[in-house]
């Protein structure tokens, strides 16, 4: 029998009994508040800022928002299985944790505490090229789990190269490579604060540890950090870089790569043509191109082109169960989540991101159940209506 992720919910009860109450909000959009209270604002305005006004985050949700579920009635949904195919692999439910650089702002166990929540729940964790733990470590801290790698392809040729083998070394297996961050946009949250993680020193674990990025400064770290930072500010990652030089990529990785930041159908076309395995349809989650269309606007044309070739996989203002059953419907295998297990993370560590991963997949689990289905398979476009008014 498939694990039900719903019991959690009657954990939770059970506690109670004992006069327990959840030690966080299950209510997941609660989290960026009290994150904010206990942390400041500082990293708290870095998780939780946007390009521009915010327009292209707000319209993530309306767009989510906008589409509401018709629940089907009397079909069996007694044992229900979560599970979905991507990449070739099964995963327990539809959600992996995305890339999110600098953890460390959020909480001194960063990444590990992140990665072995994931591991626990058996959700991927997707590892940013901007941790702040080395990658090794991270990997160490995964066990038997899963090991997916987000890439920030970075200008300098032999840096990426040696990022590619050591994930291949470290046992990553998928690799996500970032298309949407050429540079980072107009963000006026840290603008105003003239707060960027990375100027403390954070986010560049991999690049400090890369024997080809440490052999293009002119000094080592430890003698001139702000040359180093700077170093990783102008290479991380690379305007110039275009379709073909995908080959490189192809070339140098054996397993699955997904590009990520896809919205447009042609550019998912190209990706297939180019021989990569999936796209997740992102808007990075309103932090790269303020006025962008939404991403789950920009699913369904995705998913047209491309949903018979390429795995399709979702991110961008995911924050409920349902919104999870509205990405399925819109034709997404699998969605990501962001911002809340970071929120997750800095309220309660390892324990916080496993909450939010038990408390999003409770809620999807039931919202499932409610609306008549037994698994992801049978969700689709005649779920969903469009809400006009
Ligand atoms: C603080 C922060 C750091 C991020 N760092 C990365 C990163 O290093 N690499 C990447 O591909 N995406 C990064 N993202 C984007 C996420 O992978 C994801 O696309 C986005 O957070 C999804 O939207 P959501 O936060 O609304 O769930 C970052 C997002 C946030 C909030
Ligand atoms: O802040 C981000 O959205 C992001 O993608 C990023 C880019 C470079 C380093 C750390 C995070």
Not at 31 to 49: D, H, K, S
Not at 208 to 222: N, Q, R, T
Not at 357 to 374: K, N, Q, V
């Amino acid at each position: 029998m498939a694990k039900h992720w719903a019991d959690f919910q009657y954990e939770i009860y059970l506690n109670g009994m004992t006069g327990a109450v959840p030690r966080l909000p299950t209510d997941l959009t609660r989290l960026e508040e009290l994150t904010e209270q206990r942390l400041g604002p500082g990293p708290v305005g870095y998780v939780a800022g946007s390009a521009g006004n915010g327009s292209t985050a707000r319209a993530n949700r309306a767009a989510l928002d906008r589409r509401r579920i018709v629940p089907r009635m009397l079909r069996d949904v007694h044992e229900r299985d979560l599970s979905v195919e991507v990449l070739g692999r099964t995963l327990p439910a539809p959600l992996a944790l995305a890339p999110v650089g600098v953890l460390s702002i959020m909480h001194p166990d960063a990444e590990p505490a992140a990665a072995r929540a994931a591991a626990a729940q058996s959700v991927p964790f997707i590892l940013s090229s901007a941790s702040s733990t080395p990658m090794e470590q991270v990997a160490e801290a995964m066990g038997d789990a899963e090991r997916w790698f987000q890439l920030y392809w970075a200008k300098d040729r032999e840096v990426t190269r040696s990022f590619l083998e050591r994930a291949k070394a470290s046992g990553f297996s998928v690799l996500v490579v970032t298309l949407d961050t050429p540079l980072l946009a107009w963000r006026p949250r840290d603008l105003d604060q003239a707060y960027l993680p990375f100027l403390h020193g954070v986010g560049t674990a991999n690049y400090f540890s890369d024997p080809a990025f440490l052999s293009g400064l002119a000094k080592p770290v430890h003698e001139d950090p702000n040359a180093a930072v700077l170093h990783f500010v102008g290479m991380f990652a690379d305007p110039g870089k275009t379709w073909p030089d995908l080959a490189f990529l192809r070339e140098n990785w054996d397993g699955p790569i997904v590009l990520k930041g896809v919205l447009h159908p042609d550019d998912a076309r190209r990706a297939a043509e180019a021989g990569m395995d999936g796209v997740v349809v992102s808007n990075h989650g309103g932090r790269q191109v303020a006025g962008s269309v939404a991403a789950a606007d920009a699913l369904p044309g995705v998913v047209d082109a491309v949903g018979d070739r390429l795995d399709v996989l979702f991110d961008s203002g995911v924050r409920t169960g349902d919104d999870v059953f509205k990405a399925l419907a819109l034709g997404a295998r699998a969605v990501l989540l962001g911002r809340p297990y970071a929120y997750g993370l800095g309220l309660d560590g390892q324990a916080g991101v496993e909450h939010v991963i038990r408390c999003l997949l409770a809620e999807f689990d039931l919202t499932l159940a409610l609306s008549g289905h037994a698994g992801p398979a049978t969700v689709g476009v005649a779920d969903l209506v469009e809400d006009t008014a």
